[in-house]
């Protein structure tokens, strides 16, 4: 690893543990994109430690759409079929209520071949305001968290389980998760990330298709059940929500999310400045 590099996982490493995170900067440079996929470790591959890959389908109906549809998609493919699933049902969705407050649609953001996928629950103020995907204070925290394992917000994917805004920022209500669940799992389909990284209970429990509290389950590998598109097995990380880190801002919680990140990045192959802290 050059020195340059070096230093600048360092200093991100020390903005996601230190007092810097108070201040709401966004650290300069970050500009690394993630190592390329290696031929040995599949998204589908299963998880160590985790259930077996053929796990049962979870809390929400598993859209009606082929593996097939969407397997050995190109990169230009892939952000071709992102933008058509953006432009053509998305945006002018109005299935669930979430549609009638929302000022626009947050579809999502990032490589359409990102190895990563970071899954929130669903927009917030900034992000209605903008159309982007964590961009308010919770979202400056998720890039420096990013930054902070050496490598650039525009090299991973990230996108939320509703794409409008709940009213008053509350949590998404299952009909309306419901609701937009083909949206995110077809995202995921053709995006096909290798390691999915969901953010608070909303995600991880909707994903997972399972009622553990992600106090608990935070920091284990698992997969994503049979939900559909060829997606079954994928590795999850479920990990606090940057929104809780904010409000709960310890070193305790603050580590704990550092050492879930050093996961996801052990097992994709990512160099570490500070392997161990
Ligand atoms: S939250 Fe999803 S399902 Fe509901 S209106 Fe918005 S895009 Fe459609």
Redesign the pocket.
Known sequence: MSKNRQELCRTARQAVEGDLLLGGQIMAGGQNPLPARKGGKKGGEPATGGPAAHAPAGSFATPDYSAEEFANLAPPQKAQALNRLDESE?RG???????KG?TQ?VFGEGEPSARIAFVGE?PGEDEDRTGRPFVGKAGQLLTKMILAMGISRESVYICNM???RPPGNRT?LPD?VQ??WS?LVRQLAIIRPEVVVTLGNPATQGLLGTKEGITKIRGQWRQLPDIGCGLAGTPVMPTFHPSYVLRQYTPDVRGKVWDDLQKVMDRLGMPKSNPGR
């Open positions: 998305v969705c109005v299935k669930c209520v979430l549609s929302r649609t669903g509703v794409k409008c998404p309306e609701a937009c949206y």
